[in-house]
């Protein structure tokens, strides 16, 4: 009888063993959330910014000198921010006039073998009438744009980068590689979908991506299937910017 008792409470001790060791890996094997330790300041202000303009922390990839955010918009850590920063609210992020008249682009030397694109995507944003939108590029002096060539591993096409101080976002990357088994006209709209995103379009396409809340363009609102500033369709999405791309374009830089 003592022997049976012992044998159970053995028995116990081994059942209850394997309940904390299956409970620990359940734990372990759950998804991490991820913490972002920033010692450098402004990256801080940067982050701030984003988790202001309403993107959840877990969508924010911390990059060594960006963040990003839905997958093909980069946010410099050294960006300049909207004075209005500080007073807690945030107004917009266009291009202003002075500078969307003329965005300098240059080429890397890395990217050069895709001018034809290049050219082919400034010719649609600047072919839009009644837009003030209008794309250059330049081989030397200053410029305010560069494209170059970058391995993003699979899945994305390229990136482009938030305007900020009125100015046109920076940088564009282009995964030269892994796009280059499109056809033309997909290379092309690569390059015109990240310029998009350097003078501050949103993805049309947000709200079935699940990504957070986009402010419509006055008088441009809803969703667009031909929209080239849609997301995620990288080798397969419009190739032309819509009528309503365009509208929006005329709607943000009269
Ligand atoms: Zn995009």
Not at 160 to 180: C, D, E, Q, R, V
Request: some cysteine.
């Amino acid at each position: 009888m003592k022997n049976k008792a012992l044998l159970m409470l053995g028995l116990l001790l081994v059942v209850a063993i394997f309940a904390i060791v299956a409970c620990k890996k359940a734990i372990d094997s759950a998804p991490k959330i991820q913490t972002i330790a920033l010692t450098n300041d402004h990256a801080k202000k940067v982050y701030n910014y984003i988790i202001g303009m309403g993107f959840p922390a877990h969508q924010i990839v911390d990059q060594p000198d960006a963040f990003i955010v839905e997958g093909d918009i980069r946010f410099p850590k050294d960006m300049v921010l909207p004075k209005a920063l500080e007073e807690q609210y945030y107004t917009g992020s266009l291009v202003s006039t002075s500078w969307v008249t003329n965005i300098r682009l240059s080429v890397d030397a890395s990217m050069t073998s895709m001018n034809s694109e290049i050219t082919s995507a400034i010719g649609q944003w600047n072919g839009i009438t009644s837009c003030a939108i209008n794309w250059t590029i330049v081989t030397s002096g200053t410029y305010d744009v560069l494209i170059t060539d970058t391995n993003l591993g699979n899945g994305v096409c390229g990136q482009g980068t938030f305007p900020s101080a009125g100015k046109a976002g920076n940088l564009i990357y282009i995964n030269k590689a892994y796009i280059a088994g499109n056809t033309f006209a997909q290379r092309a709209r690569t390059i015109c979908h990240e310029m998009g995103h350097n003078v501050s379009f949103r993805h049309t396409n947000w709200f079935s991506r699940g990504e957070p809340t986009a402010t419509d363009v006055p008088g441009v609102p809803g969703t667009d299937a031909n929209s080239l500033m849609n997301g995620g369709q990288c080798g397969t999405g419009a190739t032309s910017l819509s009528a309503k791309d365009i509208q929006a374009a005329q709607a943000l830089y009269p």
